[in-house]
């Protein structure tokens, strides 16, 4: 097995992981967007106030951006190409994507997000975990200014 194959091999398992983190982001989105519609303060639901709409519209942003550029990586990596541009920039939305939503989350859900009766606290330690373990966003970076001065 080659140099390529064996980067490639490393890119795919680092593009996977960064949509393990986008699927991480994506059901703290929805727990939170849930529990923000049924929860009430002052006699209406938490999510039709001003602030956590802006919350919740910066989670959709942050797993959106993050899901297209893991899309992205694996795409290349499974057309042959060895996509280290791709797989660095994917890792680093996925990692700060992961890492903001569940930080949000608990905002939004107040004291509840910290109790054991809900599983927010399992789903940001796995994001916390997925986004640190093998590099996260600051170590993406590097890769991606690696890959950038590889391709001139």
């Known amino acids: 097995v080659g ?10 398992a680092v ?3 960064s949509l393990d983190l986008v699927g991480v982001g994506q059901a703290v989105l929805d727990r939170t967007v849930e529990y ?19 919350l919740i519209a910066d989670m959709h942003i942050a797993v959106a951006a993050a899901r297209l ?13 060895t996509a280290a ?4 920039i994917a890792r680093m939305h996925a990692a700060r994507a992961a890492r903001m939503i569940t930080l949000d989350a ?19 330690e796995r994001a916390r ?18 890959a950038l001065e590889d391709e001139r």
């Not at 140099?3 to 795919?12: D, Q, V």
């Not at 975990?129 to 690696?146: C, F, I, K, N, R």
């Open 69 to 81: 550029a893991a899309h992205s990586a694996v795409f290349w990596i499974a057309r042959g190409h």
């Open 36 to 54: 923000t519609t049924l929860r009430h303060q002052f006699g209406r639901a938490i999510a039709s106030f001003q602030a956590a709409q802006h």
């Open 3 to 12: 140099e390529p194959a064996l980067r490639r091999l490393a890119n795919a």
């Open 129 to 146: 975990l997925g986004s640190t373990l093998g590099g996260g966003a600051d170590v993406a970076a590097a890769w991606l200014e690696e």
């Open 15 to 17: 593009a996977l992981g």
């Open 85 to 88: 541009r791709e797989t660095a």
């Open 106 to 124: 608990h905002q939004l859900h107040g004291g509840m997000g910290y109790v054991t009766e809900t599983d927010l606290h399992l789903w940001s």
